[in-house]
């Protein structure tokens, strides 16, 4: 298992913080590449991810990132090396595709929430590594796009992402026309939740974290779950589930607790 106290990992690809009260702060730190997100990118990420998942003691994942970019997307030398091979890169780029998708997931099926800080600008994957996470605020200066039209590759996978997060007709725009959406734009389609100045970014999205790490853990992953889920469902179907869901909640010690303490006008014991 990963020690998600250290502040750096070994490949140094991610800076790790975390602070006492559960906040996980995933940092991506290979600036020289704008963040991408390379082979060994996705390997660190998914292993994060995987520990923080099973880790008790953390409440809530903040991915942020140093240098001019959030994140670019794949690393495209690295995928074209890859036509090399004699199927000319088809096993590789499906190879790659489906890491890159299955880090996307565990962001979904995280019980954790997971916040994105945007201080600059995602593009393609970059795009579909905010549109995943649960939660996202923008400084003013970032920028999104859908860029793969400009070279030909459709943002095919980053549209998975991108079409549950915001309007079809939004989504479409961005994936046909590849243009940078300003981050005042991303809050309007929802995109993003808010667009907090720069020099408040950090500390706001860190506000929220705490906010919600100081909820039932317990809840907060069976809410999660369910949000995920019901949505994918018809409405009489999602409003069965739901009711499942609601019952499995009040029948756990974290919403006895909760309701007694309320009536008892007290803070919670989790």
Same mark, same amino acid.
């Given at each position: ?9 070994? &490949? ?19 600036? #020289?590449?704008? +963040?991408?997100?390379?082979?060994? =990118? ?7 991810? @995987? ?20 994140? &670019? ?7 074209? &090396? ?11 780029? $499906? ?8 880090? =996307? ?11 994105? %800080?945007?201080?600059? $600008? ?19 200066? @970032?920028?999104?796009? $859908? ?31 590849? %243009? ?7 809050? %309007?389609?929802?995109?993003? +939740? ?24 317990? $809840? ?15 409405? #009489? ?11 499995? +909640? ?21």
């Amino acid at each position: 298992m990963t020690d998600l106290s250290k502040k750096q990992d070994a &490949a140094g690809l991610l800076q790790i913080d975390r602070d006492a009260h559960g906040i996980l702060r995933v940092t991506l730190n290979d600036p #020289a590449r704008r +963040n991408a997100l390379s082979e060994a =990118m996705l390997d660190r990420l998914g292993a994060i991810l @995987a520990d923080a998942a099973i880790d008790a003691s953390v409440r809530v994942i903040i991915l942020a990132a140093n240098g001019p970019a959030f994140c &670019a997307g794949h690393d495209l030398r690295e995928m074209s &090396a890859g036509r090399a091979n004699a199927d000319q890169g088809e096993a590789y780029f $499906t190879d790659v595709l489906k890491r890159c998708s299955a880090v =996307m997931q565990a962001i979904l099926q995280n019980p954790k929430p997971v916040i994105a %800080e945007v201080a600059t $600008t995602a593009t393609a994957a970059g795009c579909q590594l905010v549109a995943s996470c649960d939660l996202a605020y923008a400084a003013p200066s @970032a920028k999104f796009s $859908t860029p793969g039209v400009h070279i030909g590759l459709f943002c095919s996978t980053p549209m998975v992402a991108l079409s549950r997060n915001v309007g079809a007709k939004h989504a479409m725009e961005m994936l046909l026309t590849g %243009e940078m959406v300003p981050a005042s734009r991303a809050a %309007e389609i929802g995109l993003v +939740n808010a667009v907090v100045d720069a020099a408040d970014l950090t500390d706001h999205v860190t506000a929220v974290a705490h906010k919600i790490a100081s909820k039932s853990p317990v $809840t907060l992953a069976i809410g999660k779950s369910a949000f995920y889920t019901q949505r994918e469902l018809s409405i #009489a179907d999602a409003y069965e589930y739901a009711s499942r869901v609601m019952v499995e +909640n009040m029948l756990h010690r974290d919403a006895v607790e909760g309701i007694d303490a309320f009536i008892e006008k007290r803070e919670p014991k989790w």
